[in-house]
């Protein structure tokens, strides 16, 4: 049933333990509506493939420069000596993202993966596969399956039939969103989902608009609506220092979770890290933000906003 419905992916990461209750499996979709300042994962972002190069994979042009004479527009060169991880002469590949027009040749030929799309076409069966391996660990811990992004729901024939087949065979499911998406698919695919894990990144739409690429009011019209029709959330909201860390910014998405109290089974309050900068220089990105993860205390401040309106919330 499930060998014929095929969506795009970019990773599957087994024994997550940040993305719901227990020990998880995390499904990651390609492509996201959003282009979030701060995004630790540039790769779910484009709908289409990406080539990626990753230095610790590449065996050097010394060994192998497969990937040198492949390419039809000659975007590859021969990078200057460097030292290798284990100390030997090495020199890399080089990417001149200005003419290269992502054929993925070189990541056909390439033997080691250094070099590689970041995109994956499967079924949801074949999904489906690599859940069942770790049945036991989510029984042990009460965990099950989450079904991340880029956004989920902007694949939705297949996110909902990921959906349906988790459920079917007795996971438990979350849908980790950025809420922005037709109502309707919510309300489509709410029945298959125990748990929503729903980004609130900032209560201004204009500043929304800014930093996230698109205005708030339809993701938080679809938080009330969910809500309103026995959705269970886990609430994220990320602080960012200079761009939605404000003190009025934090009481107006407290104020706002106070509206859904009672579908909220616990806020998280995620500090920013720069972690996903490694990411952006894979992609030939340029990594855009320069601010520091927010320290301790403003977190310990953030989080009381929250717990004095009653509300269940927890750092990280």
Known sequence: MYNDIFGNIYDIQKFSVHDGPGIRTDIYLKGCP??????????????????????????????????????????ITRGEQTVGLKGEPISYPVVDRSKCDVCLKCAEVCPSKGLFNTLRHVSVEDCMKSVRQDKAFYEKSGGGVTISGGEPISQFEFCLALAKACTEEGFHTALDTTGFAPTEHYLKI????????????????????????????????????????????????????????????????????????????????LPFHRLGGSKYERLGLKYRMNVNPPDGEAMKRHLSVFTALGLPAQIG
């Open 34 to 75: 959003l282009s979030c300042l701060w995004c630790h994962s540039p790769e779910s972002q484009s709908f289409t493939p990406d080539l990626a190069w990753l230095e610790l994979k590449c065996i050097g042009c010394e060994i192998c420069g497969a990937c040198l004479n492949v390419c039809p527009n000659g975007a």
């Open 190 to 269: 709410l029945p298959y989902i125990n748990l929503f894990l729903f980004d609130l990144k900032h209560m201004d739409s204009e500043r929304s608009k800014r930093l996230v690429g698109v205005p708030n009011e339809l993701i938080h019209e679809n938080a009330r609506v969910l809500a309103k029709n026995g959705a269970r959330f886990q609430i994220r909201f990320p602080i960012i220092p200079r761009l939605n860390d404000s003190a009025e910014n934090v009481e107006a998405t407290a104020r706002f979770c106070l509206e859904i109290k009672d579908a909220i089974d616990v806020v998280q309050i």
